[in-house]
């Protein structure tokens, strides 16, 4: 895969943040997504929570799988570390990245289909295990990289390109957190700024497992039958040489409302979203009451937006395992191995 870097030189009057670094510090290369993608404003979004946070670029650990979305951790905080995994295996390899060096800050970016199909499990365990990291799924409910098969986010009922209806039950990333034991929840909307930068920050700052479902819009899969202008019919239509497709560019979905309404966002294929973002009486630290909300925004076909739940007295990994302080892999040889008469002392303790 070839990368576009942009380049390093910024203008000396760019404001920079109290580690001395610009908001164009935290960016990573040109991104190669669909023009307009929801994804592209999720790592924008990053952009600008690590710069107000002023993180330190070289103590970030970013992780993700595949799919669009795990793409998108070349687009933000180049100068940080970063692993791309296999097919929804992100968080076993982030759990034992943070077990060597917990020193680091994790951010896991996936997608729906990576994290809610074939790594369904590892999602599940990585929340009941608190493993200390920024959890992000870019939802945007179909396999964007294998032509737009419904992921299992993908709404009951829903049609794809193809006309087909979406006949399961979709999985509810935000139910199965909190379930599962995140300590930190929340939802929002790629094209919402306002709400989304604020969260990422929130979450960053959590000891324990947060994680984000963030709606991204998919502008590649639009081209519904009977359109003339669709892949499908111009090839049926035409004979050409080459098998290319072109995907027009389509302007970012934004969004700003207010705390406790709701708005309606028409996506580039002409289906509705209807957002409902919390009000300041909601309480997020009671988990039976955001799992009661959430089941009854699905219910009226409402996706509630907001912090959803937080422990605010959270433990992570680290402290269930009861690790020492100083990150594992710097522990030498006398630490690791202190002798028989430890090992002594570790039989008789058991007998």
Known sequence: MTYIAKPKLHHPSLVKNKAGYTRRDYEGAVSTLCAG?????????????????????????????????????????????????????????????????????????????????????????????????????????????????????????????????NSDEAIDMVSLAILMGATFVGRSFSGDKHQLVPLIKAAMAHKGAAFLDVVSPCVAFNNHPGSTKSYDYVREHNESLNRIDFIEGRKEITTQYAPGTSVVVRQHDGSILRLNKLGEEYDPSDKIAAMKRVQEGLATGEVVTGLLYVDPTPKDMHHHLNTVDVPLNTLGTRDLCPGSSALDRINASLR
């Open 37 to 165: 993608c929801g994804h592209d404003s999720i790592s924008a979004a990053i952009i600008q929570a690590c710069y107000e946070l002023d993180i330190l670029p070289h103590q970030v650990a970013k992780l993700s799988g595949i799919g669009c979305s795990s793409k998108s951790p070349t687009y933000f905080v180049g100068a940080s570390h970063g692993f791309n995994t296999v097919h929804g295996r992100m968080p076993s390899v982030l759990t034992g990245a943070n077990l060597a060096n917990k020193d680091l800050m994790y951010m896991g970016v996936s997608g729906d289909g990576d994290s809610a199909s074939i790594g369904l499990g590892q999602f599940a365990h990585s929340m009941r295990r608190g493993v200390n990291m920024t959890y992000i799924v870019m939802n945007n409910g179909v396999y964007g990289l294998t032509k737009g098969q419904f992921s299992a986010t993908a709404d009951k009922g829903s049609i794809s390109k193809k006309g087909a209806a």
